[in-house]
């Protein structure tokens, strides 16, 4: 059957998630007295495709908690544009985030970090033993989230987890009882989440989809953006919430569904405009981690009163059994997606 892989690597991620959240326990001491000793006056963050949308979420978080300047690029802007990207390498940490650790624009980005001067690297991959963990300094592994499917569901998930607790470890939260809940909170969210999802996979009706996330959900809406196009060739884009009335909501119509990864802070601002947008006729789909009612068509409760920094990780087993559905409903293989391969490798003569 189609998906086989793809489906059981969604849902039971949580599994993965808890390996990976082992692996933090293990190195949160090497973790914190590397980051004491290195002290960055900034931070870079870098990946590929999935894991560049995983930096976004990454430097978000980190900015937020930490304090330190935070940047997210995609590798290869390190590689074109060094002059702009890595002028400061001397004082900053660069993360480079990379399922496979294998990726030549990530490599290659990270020796340009290093001939600039740059000596602080960590990397958080699958692949604890790849090229890019021997470069590294720190490596945090999610080796239990390794995949068959090209498109990255659980491994993007247990590398975000490792960077939700970096951040939060680092910024001096007691996140040990919290993280341990995630996966638990996980299978419920599969559970409750799927038949929707399913359903809304389903209709082919909705023919194009919008995936609105501001601050450390930009990323994930991102990502929801990707794992639609991988799997299911289906026209998406990614905003910020605020910005899809300057523009964007013009495709807004009854052919259109619009789901928005709702935050704890900013709901007021972030609920009005999915209500707008249904005034004018699209479908509107509600992730929402608040006890406030949510007036949407669609809505997915997301466990409510927890920290902001808990919260990325939950808004994806859904968006990701969406994307599946999809995918089925159109005939496709989200285990092979069109024209993709796992790992992108170069020529790095080209450079
Ligand atoms: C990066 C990446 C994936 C994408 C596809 C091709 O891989 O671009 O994000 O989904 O699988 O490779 P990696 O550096 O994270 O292994």
Redesign the pocket.
């Known amino acids: 059957m189609n998906g086989q892989h793809t489906y059981s690597e969604i849902t039971t991620q949580p599994d993965a998630w808890q390996d990976a959240l082992a692996a933090f326990a293990h190195l949160e001491g090497e973790l914190r007295r590397q980051w004491t000793a290195v002290s960055p006056q900034q931070l870079i963050f870098i990946?590929?495709?999935?894991?560049h949308y995983l930096s976004q979420t990454a430097a978000a978080l980190f900015q937020a908690l930490t304090g330190i300047p935070a940047r997210a690029y995609p590798a290869s802007e390190l590689i074109l544009f060094p002059e702009r990207t890595l002028q400061d390498a001397a004082d900053s940490l660069l993360v480079a985030?990379?399922?496979?650790?294998?990726?030549t624009e990530?490599l290659t980005a990270v020796n340009q970090f290093q001939q600039r001067g740059g000596t602080a690297v960590w990397t958080i991959t699958c692949y604890p033993d790849s090229p890019l963990a021997q470069l590294s300094d720190l490596v945090l592994p999610a080796a239990a989230a390794q995949e068959e499917s090209?498109?990255?569901t659980r491994s993007f998930a247990s590398m975000l987890l490792l960077t939700q607790a970096m951040a939060a470890s680092l910024a001096g939260y007691d996140i040990t009882p919290l993280l341990h809940a995630l996966p638990d909170i996980g299978r419920d969210l599969i559970a409750q989440a799927e038949p929707l999802m399913a359903e809304l996979g389903r209709d082919t009706s909705l023919e194009r989809l919008y995936f609105l996330g501001s601050g450390a959900q930009f990323g994930i809406a991102n990502e929801a953006m990707?794992k639609m196009t991988?799997m299911s060739l289906t026209p998406s884009q990614a905003f910020h919430f605020m910005e899809f009335r300057h523009g964007p909501m013009s495709m807004g119509t009854g052919k259109s569904l619009i789901a928005g990864l709702l935050s704890p802070t900013a709901f007021t601002w972030e609920h009005q405009v999915l209500l707008e947008m249904a005034e004018m006729g699209a479908h509107t789909l509600a992730l929402n981690p608040t006890t406030a009612v949510s007036d949407t068509e669609f809505h997915i409760n997301l466990p409510p009163d927890l920290p902001d920094w808990a919260y990325p990780i939950l808004y994806l087993p859904p968006l990701q059994l969406l994307a599946y559905h999809r995918s089925l409903a159109k005939g496709l293989d989200p285990d092979n997606p069109r024209n993709?391969?796992?790992?992108?490798y170069l020529d790095t003569a080209v450079f």
């Open positions: 990946g590929c495709g999935s894991t985030i990379s399922r496979s650790g294998t990726t990530t090209v498109a990255q990707l991988e993709l391969t796992a790992v992108v």
